[in-house]
């Protein structure tokens, strides 16, 4: 399995906390991605990193933020958690090249009450 | 817009008998297709991808997926299905030149003993 810790793995959170969650690879791959999961949604793109300082926006990006300081982590930030961002969050990572796959983390389960 | 579609949401067969899990597209370009198989409480392996070339490519665990580019499809297959295959399948797609990776919103199949 590729290198890839999220953390925390689980979490229980109060309506307007700020939460940061955190995504590590140990695979020095160049783009990491940020996607929730939700029944019916399959998966949507929160945010994307194409590099260190490098990051753009996917279709639910709204409510979240994102930092990569370093090649090797990529933090998702919910500035003030709502619970509509109760959800289970995945962190993915691939290699330069578009016809490279994504790997992924085993995901953190967050709730928003 | 750029879309991929699964038509079915729950896929049912019995062990031994061949497996189907459909996917179709409607991505501009030539993209790359990507499956993904999910466990419960996991993030998602990739099993295989269609570039070029090859209709038939051949994955992991004895899966294979057959491309159409006449329908937009990308159909995910195995001769004999096993109890253990039972999971979660994510069909995706990547523009050439793009960042971004569309997903489907998932089958659920389940190999009946």
């Known amino acids: 399995d590729a290198g890839i810790t999220q953390s925390p793995r689980h979490k229980v959170t109060e309506t307007g906390t700020p939460v940061t969650l955190r995504c590590h690879q140990t695979?020095?791959?160049?783009?990491m991605y940020w996607y929730r999961q939700d029944p019916g949604h399959g998966l949507r793109l929160i945010h994307y990193?194409?590099?260190?300082?490098?990051?753009d926006k996917g279709e639910v990006s709204d409510g979240y933020s994102v930092s990569r300081s370093k090649t090797e982590d990529f933090l998702l930030t919910l500035e003030s958690a709502t619970s509509s961002q109760t959800s289970v969050y995945f962190c993915?990572?691939?290699?330069?090249?578009?016809?490279?796959?994504?790997?992924f983390g085993d995901g953190t389960r967050l709730s928003i009450l | 817009a750029q879309s991929v579609a699964q038509p079915e949401d729950q896929v049912n067969v019995a062990e031994g008998n061949p497996l189907t899990v459909k996917c179709t597209y409607s991505?501009?370009?030539?993209?790359?297709l990507f499956w993904y198989v999910q466990y419960p409480n996991r993030g998602l392996q990739f099993l295989l991808k269609?570039?070029?070339?090859?209709?038939l490519v051949k994955g992991s665990y004895g899966f294979e997926a057959e491309f159409n580019k006449s329908q937009t499809s990308f159909h995910l297959k195995k001769p004999s299905a096993l109890v253990s295959d039972s999971a979660l399948y994510f069909c995706?797609?990547?523009?050439?030149?793009?960042?971004?990776?569309?997903f489907g919103t998932g089958t659920s199949l389940t190999v009946i003993p």
């Open positions: 993915a990572i691939s290699e330069a090249g578009e016809n490279q796959p994504q790997h």
């Open positions: 695979e020095n791959h160049r783009y």
């Open positions: 990193s194409y590099g260190v300082k490098d990051t």
């Open positions: 991505v501009s370009g030539n993209p790359y």
């Open positions: 269609y570039i070029t070339g090859d209709n």
């Open positions: 995706a797609v990547r523009r050439p030149r793009g960042n971004q990776f569309y």
